[in-house]
């Protein structure tokens, strides 16, 4: 078998199905893409709502409910608990086949009518303005984490207690504004690292405690912009560096952040793995152009697979614990298997086509929105077993006749994933502008909604710049402040279990809101986009002369020429090496 070139139906570049591609397709029995690779992945995640809470109203009562659903998606929301129950039916709301709709538009009239959950959570303790999270006890505004006490302002936190600002770190605890930490303990404002203590601005560090502005070291101790020091004349800097100040963190942290870009980085961000591609990899095998992924196997074109273990799964995104065969769906799993075209199914479902918001051990079902347990159902109507069989193929030959044309004249066959304008976010609301930023004219032709963001939605009373230079001096007083973020001048609070936690660890108040320090975090993550590169180490140096090779490589004082795929632009500062030469220097 060989690669078959396309063009996308939705950006008009070329792309290639490779063979591999094919015979999961054939596994799957579904018709090879119309789309890109980032097309597909777009369309898929503008479902996707991370952290957005809206003001809504409980369709039971009418009172106030806070929900990831803006009231404009014309949905009917419930209490997560009454939602999960027995007490209301989805197939109450079950329809005939109409041939003589398009069948996706009988799907999207469908979706407007069953009621939907308030926030995708389950066993949550004190946790109302948390969602997409599972066991949380005392969070706030935590979402997309599992098994977290204690903690807030996050995105996924995972197995982890009394950290705040994080986003995608793992069994840490007492950890503040760092990304993608594993095993660490009290780090803060770090990048990459695994199994630290006590340290301050630390990048793709491994076993360090008490070190602050380093990159790349392995086992270190009492080391400062990666200089060796013994414990007195650490202290000793740490005092002068004030880091418990707004104007002392900020200086140090400025110089790290420049101290980082004089050292080689690993084309591929990862550990324990074996033949993969993409960014953000870890335990992992067999794991082809995908992203964030942590102990999976055999997943291509695959996002946010962090919670082990998946395998068997193409064009994914935000895939759940323990799920296989999935196909082009958008936020399932958690035991889940062999889904193709599905939106928020998860929890022991399994056979499942074009459904939306399914659980708890649903089965064989086509076109279903809410459906719970049952199994054999179309569009929220029962069948025997022998007819739903002969319906559903019916309905895939009706697809192919008479596909849905959205509003930009883009076709949708069987095979397709959901129209962007099935949604019921704003663009700008969802995950999609972390890895496709877009105009609102652009957003306008993908086929999603836009809003613009209201900066003076809410009525400041301090200026961040106003907050005392040190924690200690911040008064509990603060707590009645809204705050002015000194970046995008929207409105923030700061709570009080945060402000205990600042004051504990002497960590300065933030002067930048929650979106805001969001997205610091999310930009030392690179978009999920890859790039063909040459190895950067030049012999004796990197190409840009900033760092000299501290040992010998394969390739002696020549050029190295290992060519690999990377999500580094070559337009990017950084220094990117092939993984020989970068164990080379790094060990």
Known sequence: ????????????????????????????????????????????????????????KNGLTGESIISLYPPESGYTVY??????????????????????????????????KVPKYRSASISMVNSEYSANAEDLKNCYLLFNSNHVEDSGYGNGVDFSKNCYDNSHIQKSERCYGSFWLTNCYETHFSSQCEDCANVWL???????????GCVNLRTQKYCIFNQQYSKEEYESKLKEMKLYTWSGFSIVAKEAKEFWLKFPIKYLQGVQNVNVSGEFITQSKNIYKSYLIRNSENLRYCQYSQVPSSRDCMDGSLIGSQSELLYESSICGWRASNLKFCWECWDDV??????????????DLFGCVGVKKSRYCILNKQYTPEKYKEMVETIKEHMNKMPYVDKQGRVYRYGEFLPPEFSPLNYNDTIAPEHFPATKDEVLKFGSRFEEINAKEYETTLKAEAIPDSIQDVLDSILKEIIQCEKCKRAYRIIQSELQFLKQLSIPAPRTCVDCRHASRINQRNQAKFYEKTCDCSGQTSSNQLYANTAKHVHNESPCSNQFETSYSPARPEIVYCESCYNSEVS
């Open 1 to 56: 078998m060989i690669q078959d070139s396309r063009i996308c139906q939705n950006c008009k570049t070329s792309f290639t199905i490779e063979p591999e591609d094919s015979n999961f397709y054939d596994q799957l029995k579904v018709p090879p893409p119309t789309r890109c690779p980032e097309c597909r992945m777009r369309r898929r995640i503008v479902f996707r709502n991370e952290r957005k809470l809206f003001r809504n």
């Open 79 to 112: 209490e997560d608990k009454y939602w999960w129950s027995d007490q209301w039916d989805p197939l109450a709301y079950g329809q005939d086949f109409d041939p003589n709709v398009p069948f996706l538009q009988q799907l999207y009239d469908l979706n407007l």
């Open 202 to 212: 630390l990048k793709n560090c491994r076993g360090c405690s008490n070190c602050i």
């Open 350 to 363: 399994r056979n499942l086509e074009y459904c939306l918001i399914c659980s708890h051990g649903a089965s």
